[in-house]
């Protein structure tokens, strides 16, 4: 009942969208440094093209494939496409196949990096806490572990639009800024910023639950 109830919570949680106003201070780097964009035969190289548990984009799949070992993905890093703006986005968010009707028991990390025009530059990095994905549609939140200008434990939310070279990403902290509060899970923006296709690519593996 208890799971049920939660469940419920989030469906109400997903009608969100936003707008607004906080700082849009953000991905891919921290004390670590920037997320690499590696080339095309260097991720095939590694499996890093490919979320675990999915098979690779334009593969066949059989009639007796396996099923998929996790219910829900969303990996990848690219840089968004803003003139004057370096912003990074990575994430490395799963939701395991046991954990079909829990989206809240989803696990990974999402980091992102922006330095702006003047030079100046903001980074975070987060500890995932929800993760639903419906089609090519991604929407993950996680709680700020790390952050040069975030508040620690502060939750905030990312919508990732998984369209090939054509990418879009969108974000909570547009009309909430994370030092005034947080968002509830699973809760985010529309994708309204352009990925720029040529510095990396997201995936989204669908989530199905059974509904009745």
Not at 26 to 51: K, L
Not at 124 to 142: E, F, N, P, S
Not at 154 to 177: E, I
Request: proline content about 7%; overall charge neutral; charged content about 20%.
């Amino acid at each position: 009942m208890e799971r049920r109830t939660k469940i419920a919570a989030l469906g109400a949680a997903l009608l969100l969208t936003a707008g607004a106003a906080g700082s849009a201070g953000a991905v891919a780097g921290g004390p670590e440094g920037p997320v690499r964009h590696g080339t095309a035969a260097e991720q095939a190289a590694t499996g890093a093209a490919a979320p675990q548990g999915a098979a690779p984009r334009g593969a066949a799949v059989s009639k007796g494939a396996a099923a998929p070992k996790e219910a829900a993905a969303l990996t990848g890093n690219a840089k968004l496409y803003r003139p004057g703006h370096d912003i990074d986005f990575a994430f490395d968010a799963h939701l395991a196949a046991e954990d079909l009707m829990d989206p809240m028991a989803a696990t990974g990390t999402f980091r992102l990096r922006h330095v702006f025009p003047d030079g100046s530059s903001g980074w975070a990095r987060a500890r995932v806490d929800c993760l639903v994905t419906g089609g090519r549609v991604a929407v993950v939140t996680g709680v700020v572990e790390e952050s040069d200008r975030w508040p620690r434990g502060r939750r905030v939310g990312v919508t990732v639009h998984d369209h090939g070279r054509h990418d879009r990403l969108g974000y909570s902290w547009m009309t909430q800024d994370p030092g005034q509060g947080d968002v509830p899970p699973c809760t985010s923006s529309a994708p309204f910023e352009k990925v720029d296709g040529r510095t990396g690519d997201f995936r989204v593996v669908p989530w199905q639950p059974r509904l009745s």
